[in-house]
């Protein structure tokens, strides 16, 4: 599975964005996805996640509320879009893959896009 981020950009607060990930690979309908992001001098962590189905979802304390992840497997893509974003939310934002369950350690998962960067101006 090969993974490709995209939809960051410059946003004052309180604005939106919507990253998507495109992957390539006849199994990413399998795949368990989820969004990670890294801030400078920070650790990556877990943002949002999905199972394959869509029936199971992991949202970090932070972005409960504001932020949503959803997945098209027809279009094998996955997507976050993130509303009334902070300047917190700074960050490069990260797609990754993993085949068994959803967990928030990034050593764990199998396939990583590239970062996409988000900056949110106050």
């Known amino acids: 599975v090969q993974l490709q981020a995209s939809g960051g950009g410059l946003v004052q607060a309180g604005g939106s964005l919507r990253l998507s990930c495109a992957a390539s690979g006849r199994t990413f309908s399998r795949h368990r996805m989820g969004w990670f992001r890294q801030a400078p001098g920070k650790e990556r962590e877990l943002v949002a996640a999905i199972n394959w189905s869509g029936g199971s979802i992991f949202y970090a304390d932070s972005v409960k509320g504001r932020f949503t992840i959803s997945r098209d497997n027809a279009k094998n893509t996955v997507y976050l879009q993130m509303n009334s974003l902070k300047p917190e939310d700074t960050a490069a934002y990260y797609c990754?893959?993993?085949?068994?369950?959803?967990?928030?350690?990034?050593?764990?998962?199998?396939?990583w896009g590239q970062g996409t960067l988000v900056t949110v101006s106050s």
């Open positions: 990754a893959a993993r085949l068994s369950v959803i967990i928030s350690d990034p050593n764990r998962y199998d396939y």
